[in-house]
């Protein structure tokens, strides 16, 4: 953690923090499970947050090998089930007052970047209406390598004229809080310890994030 570093910019993970749009994954992936047989439950699931596509599909997977192309048809059904969900969501499932948090933080002069590994970031930001609040947006087309590795947050940090040490970077996903460690930037962790304990900060909830505590703390 890099303390002595001033907080200028933070990079905010989509999926799980700004939105909950978890549970539309899980039941897009759970049709493909039952309609192509294959093994998936709500444990499963938990394995897939932060994860990209096919990365996902291969974690549901397991070992078996299933040729290439079948693994793309299976993906685009996927999304396309999920993105059928999305045309649903609008400005009501931006979770716990986050909007009200980012509207603040912006007017304080901090620079904001949403680093997400969805290729359907850009979707979700338009259907919540607050593309407009983000200085950049990283997202699953952005670079080739997902969380844990840290190109992602790396990325973001290029795009707001930022340092890394400068950055802090809220996540509920394991491989996301690995990913922003990777990229030396502070993190907070959002979810219980066993998911996100290597943070440097945690809080159960996005409801309890507290930003005043962050740029004290870290
Ligand atoms: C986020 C979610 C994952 C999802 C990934 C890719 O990180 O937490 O569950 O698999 O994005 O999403 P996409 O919209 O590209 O399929
Ligand atoms: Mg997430």
Not at 50 to 55: D, I, K, L, N, Y
Not at 92 to 110: P, R
Not at 139 to 162: C, H, I, M, T, W
């Amino acid at each position: 953690m890099q303390k002595q570093t001033k907080i200028k910019g933070f990079i905010f993970d989509l999926d799980g923090v700004i939105t909950d749009t978890a549970e539309f994954h899980y039941k897009s992936w759970q049709k493909l499970a039952d309609e192509e047989d294959l093994f998936f439950n709500r444990e499963v699931n938990e394995k897939l947050r932060g994860v990209s596509r096919m990365e996902s599909l291969n974690i549901i997977l397991a070992d078996q090998d299933i040729p290439a192309a079948k693994k793309k048809e299976w993906t685009d059904r996927k999304n396309e089930y999920y993105q059928k969900y999305l045309t649903e969501i609008s400005k009501a499932d931006i979770l716990d007052n986050m909007e009200a948090k980012l509207e603040k933080l912006k007017a304080e002069g901090y620079k904001l970047a949403v680093g997400s590994s969805s290729r359907n970031a850009k979707k979700v930001l338009k259907q919540l209406k607050i593309t407009n609040l983000f200085d950049i947006i990283a997202d699953g087309n952005s670079v080739e390598r997902a969380k844990p590795a840290p190109d992602l947050f790396l990325y973001a940090a290029q795009g707001l004229g930022l340092k890394a040490a400068e950055c802090v970077v809220l996540e509920d996903a394991e491989s996301g809080v690995e990913a922003a460690l990777a990229a030396e930037m502070r993190v907070i962790g959002l979810g219980p310890e066993s998911r996100v304990g290597k943070a440097d900060l945690v809080y159960a909830n996005v409801s309890e994030i507290n930003f005043e505590e962050i740029i004290k703390k870290l």
